[in-house]
């Protein structure tokens, strides 16, 4: 949810609650729209953890930052979770957060459509390889299926992809190799700044189309695939 990112800065306090007005009932913005309506169901709260996992479950958490999805669906289910973190700090963290917890397995490095290293940007929970920033780092990604391959995952509960722009070269591949098949549920946020974004999610989500159904969507705030 990159949209309002400089916003603050340009419009403070009422100011800014203005302009969100004016983008969402005035100008009636699609994204502005779709972020009223998800507040308006708490969906961080109600859509995102809303799953029928088990303790048998295997769930992937990619792109984990703080951990605090991964921290409510432990709670709720206690299934095995795989937490993809490629940021060191985010990762350091997250292994002491959840070291008592046998369950959770963090790894410092994230899933895409290749195994490759690459140039991030960090900027706290909007860090990206797609975007520009003072504090740029090298991290390592890995192609999820060499990663499946590497952790003899056969079915996917529930994967959370949140990865700032990098979740259209990794859905590209699960799709393209079928990964997207072991997949029961795909939790998506897809992000605007990358060039094209709209006419790559389409051409993504007509793929997804062809397996899965669509439980909720909110435009580029959230959005789920349930496997037919």
């Not at 740029?136 to 949140?162: G, P, S, Y």
Request: aromatic letters at 12%; charged letters at 25%.
């Amino acid at each position: 949810m990159e949209k309002m990112t400089g916003i603050d800065e340009l419009f403070p306090r009422l100011g800014r609650r203005l302009f969100v007005f004016y983008k969402t009932y005035i100008e009636r913005d699609q994204f502005y729209v779709a972020l009223a309506r998800w507040h308006r169901v708490n969906g961080d709260a109600t859509l995102r953890l809303d799953y029928p996992l088990s303790e048998t479950s295997i769930v992937l958490d990619v792109g984990g930052y703080e951990g605090n999805w991964c921290a409510q669906i432990a709670t709720r289910f206690n299934p095995n979770i795989f937490v993809l973190e490629p940021v060191p700090s985010h990762y350091k963290a997250l292994a002491e957060r959840f070291a008592s917890n046998p369950r959770v397995k963090v790894y410092n490095f994230g899933l895409s459509g290749k195994s490759e290293t690459q140039t991030l940007s960090v900027l706290a929970d909007g860090s990206s390889v797609f975007r520009a920033g003072a504090n740029q780092i090298r991290v390592e990604l890995v192609d999820i299926c060499a990663f499946i391959e590497r952790t003899q995952i056969d079915e996917i509960d529930l994967i959370k992809i949140n990865i700032e722009g990098g979740e259209y070269p990794l859905l590209a591949r699960m799709l393209e190799t079928g990964v997207v098949k072991k997949c029961k549920d795909i939790q998506i946020q897809f992000h605007d700044f990358v060039p094209d974004a709209e006419l790559l999610r389409q051409r993504i989500t007509q793929q997804l189309e062809k397996t899965h159904d669509r439980t909720y969507d909110y435009f580029f705030i959230w959005e789920n695939w349930r496997r037919r």
